[in-house]
């Protein structure tokens, strides 16, 4: 897919950071955004927009929106919207904190930073609970029909929908459990990754096999876990043609269909969560030409 940010479809990453932004000075988007599409790599950074600067240029993405906060029993959803998300790929924790220097230095003109989070891979793609994360994720021609938009036209063929959540583990809750309690709570075994028959219908497996719903819900998870102090848990993201699949999957964890909630939900919640559209490129650079960027500043400069 020559038209999609390479950094969407690449296999594993050893650490990541994911920055959000918010816009500072509508005058200055056209220049922030003209100015980062031109200079980054799409192989190791990916970036994202929100609905609301979409909407501030004037313009309609088909298909984006903002999440939608949901409240299950003992559970709320949250929904903390921002207008800009970057994605930083890398092996090195201090490289990537000089790209985001540069990255908060090239959009300073039109958005401030508002968050940093870091994340790492551990123990070859597990998360904190020391359980495999993204099993069944697909692959090869099979992701790209998962998470790429095709047959919309140019500026939206080779683009993506993201959502992105940061979870935060009880892990008090987690070493209260045996073995066997936190086998069922994902409804595989931990000693080899197998799935069990026997796991209880609230088993994470259960409530968000992806093949289970009809249409199939397939998404493309590129999640990490994270830690910030003794605070840890697992950036969730999670790339779509459309938010369908994704938002399918979360309702069924809430228990919308049967009352049945995710267990996954007994040790860890969401704190925040924003959904993105991420542009495809052209000749190697984000491709913005469906935002008119142009348009936007001539109006901007008339006021």
Not at 93 to 116: K, N, Y
Not at 191 to 199: L, R, V
Not at 252 to 273: H, K, Q, S, W, Y
């Amino acid at each position: 897919m020559l038209l999609t940010q390479p950094g969407i479809l690449a296999e594993g990453t050893s650490l990541a950071r994911y920055l959000t932004f918010t816009v500072g000075a509508e005058a200055g988007i056209k220049t922030a955004l003209t100015a980062l599409a031109n200079s980054i790599e799409t192989d190791s950074t990916v970036v994202g927009l929100g609905q609301s600067l979409v909407s501030l240029l004037g313009k309609e993405v088909p298909g984006l929106r903002s999440l939608q906060p949901q409240t299950g029993p003992g559970i709320d959803i949250p929904s903390t919207p921002a207008t800009l998300w970057c994605w930083l790929r890398g092996v090195d924790r201090g490289e990537l904190f000089h790209r985001s220097r540069q990255i908060e230095s090239l959009l300073a003109p039109g958005f401030m930073l508002v968050d940093a989070i870091d994340a790492f891979q551990y123990d070859q793609n597990r998360d904190l609970s020391g359980y495999e994360d993204g099993t069944e994720n697909p692959s090869g021609e099979a992701a790209i029909q998962a998470a790429i938009v095709q047959g919309q036209g140019p500026g939206l063929d080779g683009s993506s929908f993201v959502a992105v959540q940061q979870w935060l583990h009880d892990f008090d809750v987690l070493d209260e459990m045996t073995t066997e309690q936190r086998d069922d709570v994902i409804g595989r075994h931990i000693s080899d990754n197998e799935e069990f028959e026997t796991a209880p219908e609230s088993a994470h497996v259960k409530r968000a096999a992806q093949e289970s719903f009809d249409p199939e819900a397939f998404i493309l998870r590129r999640s990490m876990p994270w830690a910030e102090g003794m605070d840890a848990g697992l950036v969730f993201v999670a790339f779509g043609k459309s938010f369908d699949a994704f938002e399918k999957i979360l309702g069924r964890m809430l228990g919308n269909e049967d009352t049945i909630r995710d267990a996954l939900l007994t040790f860890t919640r969401p704190v925040n969560g924003a959904c993105f559209w991420c542009p495809p490129v052209r000749n190697g650079k984000l491709d913005l030409d469906i935002l008119s960027l142009q348009d936007f500043m001539a109006g901007a400069s008339s006021f």
